[in-house]
Every structure is written in structure tokens, then in C-alpha cells.
């Protein structure tokens, strides 16, 4: 790392430290010819590849953004979408690629908006699986529905009757 003030090649680490849940790392670093230190800071760039091949920095702005648009009218509050979209974050992260599909950014996006809101789900859902019919948002909400009917047939035995009300919508 060179040096900021006498511009030299070559500098020493004297400190680090993790920042930001450990996704920075600070260095205070210092120059062995003018003496001065001076701070770098260190982070893992994620980037996201779009189908035509371009590829540009991950971010959680768009993940916000997009799933705002999908919980538009809805009763989802901005802390509950932060919320997912760093969920969404730590999910490509965790997959430990520097570089990751659009396509699976969307995916990552999918399941925990169903669980947030099942109508933004949808809505997000038609635009990101390209919707042409009326028939694909029926496949989706009959998903949707037997999905409820076995989240609350684990539940107790009443489950059937109250997963069919709860898949109505007026």
C-alpha cells in the first residue's frame, strides 16, 4: 500500500480490526520513510452477474427497492423489508462466491418475501418468473395454499379449514 503523503511503495500494518459484523477490516498502517500513518479500509466485494453479462457491485439499495415496489399498499413495515433484504445479503454471502447471478439474487429474495407477505411474494414473484398467464398465478397461489395446508396441518388437526379461509383474499 503506498503511502498517502510521500507516496512511497511500501508501508507496515500496525493494527487491524474487524468492522461492520466483520464484513471491513480497519488497518492503521504506518510509513517506514516519512513516519506518518494513516488508515485503509478492506472489504469483500460481491458482484452480481445480469443475464446480458454485465456485472456490477452487489446492493442492498436494490434489494430494498425492488421489494418496496412488491410491498406497495401492503402492511409491511421498512424495518421488516431492511430486515429481509440483509437476510438476502447473508444468504449470497454466505455461499463464499465473488461473483453470483442476478438470477439467484432473485432467488434468495423469493422465499423470504413468501414468509413476510404472501401477496408482495406474488406480485414479485410474476414480474421475476416472467407471469404470462392466468394460469401461472394459479399454480403459484395453489403453491402457496398447499404449503399453508401443511404448515397448519403440523400445527393441530384444525389446520385444513383455517389454511383454506387464510388463502382467500378479498
Known amino acids: 500500500m503506498r503511502c498517502p503523503y510521500c507516496r512511497h511503495a511500501d508501508s507496515r500494518v500496525v493494527d487491524s480490526r474487524e468492522a461492520d459484523d466483520g464484513q471491513l477490516?480497519?488497518?492503521?498502517?504506518?510509513?517506514?520513510?516519512?513516519?506518518?500513518?494513516?488508515?485503509?479500509?478492506?472489504?469483500?466485494?460481491?458482484a452480481v452477474v445480469k443475464r446480458s453479462g454485465v456485472t456490477e457491485p452487489f446492493s442492498?439499495?436494490?434489494?430494498?427497492?425492488?421489494?418496496?415496489?412488491a410491498c406497495q399498499g401492503r402492511p409491511v413495515d421498512e424495518d421488516s423489508i431492511a430486515l429481509l433484504a440483509q437476510k438476502v445479503e447473508e444468504t449470497i454471502r454466505a455461499k463464499g462466491a465473488a461473483e453470483i447471478p442476478s438470477h439467484d439474487v432473485g432467488l434468495a429474495i423469493l422465499g423470504p418475501l413468501r414468509d413476510l407477505d404472501e401477496v408482495a411474494y406474488l406480485r414479485f414473484a410474476s414480474v421475476y418468473r416472467s407471469f404470462d398467464s392466468l394460469a401461472d398465478f394459479e399454480r403459484e397461489i395453489e403453491t402457496l395454499r398447499a404449503a399453508a395446508r401443511a404448515r397448519e396441518g403440523a400445527g393441530d388437526g384444525d389446520g385444513v379449514a383455517a389454511a383454506g379461509a387464510a388463502g382467500r383474499t378479498n
Open 25 to 46: 477490516i480497519r488497518r492503521r498502517r504506518s510509513c517506514p520513510e516519512c513516519g506518518k500513518r494513516f488508515t485503509t479500509v478492506e472489504e469483500a466485494v460481491l
Open 60 to 69: 442492498r439499495i436494490k434489494i430494498i427497492g425492488g421489494v418496496r415496489k
